[in-house]
T-cell receptor, first 112, second 114 residues
Framework: LAKTTQPISMDSYEGQEVNITCSHNNIATNDYITWYQQFPSQGPRFIIQGYKTKVTNEVASLFIPADRKSSTLSLPRVSLSDTAVYYCLVGLVTGTASKLTFGTGTRLQVTL | ETGVTQSPTHLIKTRGQQVTLRCSSQSGHNTVSWYQQALGQGPQFIFQYYREEENGRGNFPPRFSGLQFPNYSSELNVNALELDDSALYLC?????????????FGPGTRLTVL
């Protein structure tokens, strides 16, 4: 499984755009990149998933360069409620083989 | 559509005891995965069940065992509890038929071993 490296913590002010970068140098050809969000005392929640280039949904955007050795989760105009831990996961996610491997994540603190 | 539910919410046990945690999967999901999350760490995969059969296991000893029932609910059993078993235990359900599927997590069971 590809090892991921992401910052331990980040701080932001409300209303700013936040970009969290994840390094995954040994990503395999069939691996997808998935981001989860976790609030205290709750289970993780799927945010976004992608394979290459750019993916956007109503919550975030995911930018993946051509070499796929890194990815950036972009949260537009964060609010206090975006304070959470964000996990970058890399691996083969197919049907019943979805064994998610979480690292320690990035703790995002949003303040006024 | 109900989400993933887990019971109990909190549990306190003593070393050497046995514990059973329960999970009800989201409607329409036939795959359940269990994770252990120690304080300050990311969740660690314990095992996964698909249509009542174990479908993969993480680096956990045999005293961690599980079951999945015909209605796709699941149990996690831990025997001979150790202090290090204190953690948040998360259950996640997904549809095993979907490719690149998304896992839906429950709120977890907080287990404290004294």
């Amino acid at each position: 499984l590809a090892k991921t490296t992401q910052p331990i913590s980040m701080d932001s002010y409300e209303g700013q755009e936040v970009n969290i970068t994840c390094s995954h140098n040994n990503i395999a050809t069939n691996d997808y990149i998935t981001w989860y969000q976790q609030f205290p005392s709750q289970g993780p929640r799927f945010i976004i998933q992608g394979y290459k280039t750019k993916v956007t949904n109503e919550v975030a955007s995911l930018f993946i360069p051509a070499d796929r050795k890194s990815s950036t989760l972009s949260l537009p105009r964060v609010s206090l409620s975006d304070t959470a831990v964000y996990y970058c996961l890399v691996g083969l996610v197919t049907g019943t083989a979805s064994k998610l491997t979480f690292g320690t994540g990035t703790r995002l603190q949003v303040t006024l | 559509e109900t989400g993933v539910t887990q019971s109990p919410t909190h549990l306190i046990k003593t070393r050497g005891q046995q514990v059973t945690l329960r999970c009800s999967s989201q409607s329409g999901h036939n795959t359940v995965s269990w994770y252990q999350q120690a304080l300050g760490q990311g969740p660690q995969f314990i095992f996964q069940y698909y249509r009542e059969e174990e479908n993969g296991r993480g680096n956990f000893p045999p005293r961690f065992s599980g079951l999945q029932f015909p209605n796709y609910s699941s149990e996690l059993n831990v025997n001979a509890l150790e202090l290090d078993d204190s953690a948040l235990y998360l259950c996640a359900s997904s549809s095993g038929l979907a490719v690149y599927n998304e896992q839906f997590f429950g709120p977890g069971t907080r287990l404290t071993v004294l």
